[in-house]
Structure formats: structure tokens, C-alpha cells
């Protein structure tokens, strides 16, 4: 009989359990066809439907979403992907919206619609002109499973947000999306020519979009999907070795708990980042909370990665590898844009007294 200690992905001190186990398996189970194309993300979608996470949008319970992102993130990072998307389009509308477009992003997500947020532009930025889009969007996630998109229009100070039904099958293009992971996602440019405007469809004023502490300061998302995803690494690798009797050995337990540990401790400061402004932290320390858990559980991810490869060996490159195709989707995921810009300004205000060096732990 195998012997060998389990690995739990989670602190079970401080988990809260989102999904159940049945869940949790079933989205697990859909990411290698999904990825392939032999099942539509939108099916796993619906698993969280049935979760009632659809009406999440972190404003309000920033600490049931964190831990709903890790889960989803250690299960299948693609619909953590599509799903934190929903969640941040749900909270800026109800940030910058008016109280009956709130209630209408609401009521499109109870009739089944799935929200993002497309900010890239293309070659052709998105405009607008004599009432009507023109322009596109780029690595705009969800083509064919997001029905509306939050849209930013123009740049800088004048960035307006913008929602629009985004369902029409022409003028979305998946086939420039040749990344080796994230392929479930089905990202790619969506041509936004000639779609018309109303003052409905604005979402707040200019410049809304860039305010803090709920731009920079909300990349606490991205830090709890990047540690699920991690945690699910080193689990799926620990079952491997396990049915392989090789995780007993003591130098594959030292080097998975190692990171695991890092692991966990990305986990409690992409939390703290979370509740940082239920506790009106100031501005700027919630914005370098949450851009210390982005970059801490990022380097974090890359240690799992390195060591899944070590444990695991050639097994792990194999074409059918569950770890390697979680590895894939995490390495891509990883590499998210201006990660020097943000560790100098969080090292800015950080290191500036005595009093801003505990941040939000003080």
C-alpha cells in the first residue's frame, strides 16, 4: 500500500471552500478537451453558474472571491481566466455605473451571458465616431463564450469604458492566437467597426477606469489565479508521483514542500491585498499590496513550474501530460505586461518611511 503523505494545495485553516469537490473534479477533468477543442469552456462555465459565482463581483466580498480564484485557478486556470473577467467587468460596472446599468449586467448574467474585459488594442485603436466603434481589440479572451465585453475606448486620461454585445461569430478571430498555453481561452482580436454607441453603453466618465486603488490595486485577481494555478501544479505532480510510488522519496518531498510553502504564503499576501480595502488601507499601500502579491506569486509559479519538471522528468513533457499542460497554461498566464514599473513603484512607496514599510500588515 502507498504510504506516501497527500499534499494539500490549500492551508485548510484558512480555506474557504467556493466550490465543492465534485466541482472542483469536473473542471479539472474538462481542461485537456477543452483545450483541444472537444468541449466548449462555456460548458465549465456553467459549472460556476451552478455555483452561484456568477453574481460575484469582489466588490462586496473580496475574500469569498480570492479564495474562489485560487480553487478555480488550481482546476483550470482557462476558466479562472474567463471568470475573473466576469468578476472584474461585474465590479467596475458597479463601481462606475449607474444603478440601472448595474442591474442590467446583472440580469444579462442570470440569462446566461458571460462579461469581460478587453483593454489591448490592436493596430486600430478603438474609438468612437458619429455614435458608432471603430478600431479593435486584441488578446480579447472568450471569443465565442463572452456574450458582452467592457471595452476601454481612447487612452490616457480620456480611456472611457464602454459595454457591447460582442456575440456576433464575424468579427471575432481566434487564429492568431499561436501561444503554447491558455489555448481554451480562445483569445484573439475582435473587430469593433461600425458597432453603435449609446450613452447606455458608457460605463462611468473619462478616466474612471484608471482610478485607484481599483485598477493597479485590483491585480490581487490576477496574484490568487497565478497561486491557485501554482498549487494545482504541484497537487496534479504529487498524484502523479504518488501512483508512481516515487513520492515517498525524501529529496521529491523536500523540493515540492519548499515551493509549496512559498506557495502558501503568496496565497496569504494575495489575500491581505484583497481585504486590503475593507480595512480603508490608504491608497497607495493597497496598489503596492496588490502589486507584491502579482510579482511574489508569479516568482512563486515559476519555482513550481522548474521543480514539477525536476519530479517528474521527461514524463512531464509528454504530448498527454496533465502537468505539462498545466505548466504550458500557468507560463502564459505568467506573463503579464509593465512587471518592472511595478515592482519600482511598489518599492517606492514601500521603502519611503518606517511607517509604510508594514503595509497592510501594520
Known amino acids: 500500500m502507498n504510504s506516501a503523505p497527500r499534499f494539500d494545495p490549500f492551508p485548510p485553516a484558512s480555506q ?7 466541482a472542483r473534479h469536473a473542471l479539472r477533468a474538462a481542461a485537456r478537451k477543452e483545450e483541444i477543442g472537444e468541449r466548449p469552456i462555456g460548458t465549465s462555465i456553467d ?31 482557462s476558466v479562472g481566466r474567463l471568470w475573473e473577467g466576469h468578476v472584474n467587468a461585474l465590479r ?30 490592436g493596430q486600430k485603436p478603438a474609438t468612437i465616431s458619429d455614435g458608432a466603434l471603430q478600431g479593435e481589440k486584441v488578446f480579447a479572451s472568450g ?14 486620461s480620456k480611456v472611457q469604458l464602454a459595454l457591447i454585445d460582442v456575440t456576433d461569430p464575424q468579427r471575432g478571430d481566434a487564429s492568431q492566437w499561436d501561444m503554447l498555453g491558455m489555448q481554451a481561452t480562445a483569445s484573439g482580436k475582435f473587430d469593433l467597426s461600425g458597432i453603435a454607441v449609446t450613452k447606455e453603453n458608457l460605463i462611468g466618465v473619462p478616466g474612471d477606469y484608471l482610478k485607484e ?40 518531498l523536500a523540493r515540492l514542500m519548499q515551493v509549496l510553502m512559498r506557495v502558501w504564503a503568496g496565497m ?22 496588490s502589486i507584491a502579491a502579482r510579482i511574489y506569486t508569479e516568482e512563486g509559479a515559476l519555482e513550481a513550474i522548474k521543480a514539477v519538471e525536476q519530479s517528474l522528468g521527461l514524463r512531464h513533457f509528454a504530448a498527454a501530460s496533465e502537468t505539462g499542460r498545466m505548466a504550458r497554461d500557468l ?20 521603502l519611503s518611511s518606517e511607517e509604510t514599510i508594514w503595509g497592510v500588515f501594520k
Open 16 to 22: 474557504i471552500n467556493v466550490l465543492n469537490d465534485a
Open 213 to 252: 486603488p481599483h485598477f493597479v490595486g485590483g491585480v490581487w485577481r490576477i496574484a490568487a489565479l497565478q497561486a491557485g494555478a501554482a498549487a494545482g501544479l504541484i497537487d496534479a505532480a504529487a498524484t502523479a508521483l504518488r501512483d508512481m510510488d516515487r513520492l515517498e522519496a525524501d529529496a521529491q
Open 47 to 77: 459549472i460556476l453558474r451552478d455555483a452561484g459565482l456568477m453574481l460575484e463581483d469582489g466588490a462586496t466580498t473580496p475574500l469569498r472571491t480570492v479564495h474562489a480564484l485560487m480553487q478555480i485557478g488550481a482546476a483550470n486556470l
Open 92 to 121: 467596475l460596472i458597479h463601481l462606475y455605473g449607474n444603478t440601472a446599468q448595474a442591474s442590467h449586467a446583472k440580469e444579462l448574467t442570470r440569462q446566461g451571458g458571460l462579461l469581460g474585459v478587453w483593454g489591448a488594442d
Open 268 to 289: 496569504a499576501l494575495a489575500e491581505r491585498a484583497a481585504l486590503a480595502s475593507l480595512d480603508n488601507a490608504p491608497e497607495e499601500t493597497i496598489v503596492s499590496t
Open 331 to 350: 507560463s502564459v498566464y505568467l506573463r503579464q505586461a509593465a512587471r518592472d514599473a511595478f515592482l519600482k513603484r511598489a518599492a517606492r512607496h514601500a
Open 143 to 156: 471569443l465565442g463564450t463572452v456574450t458582452h465585453a467592457l471595452i476601454s475606448v481612447n487612452s490616457g
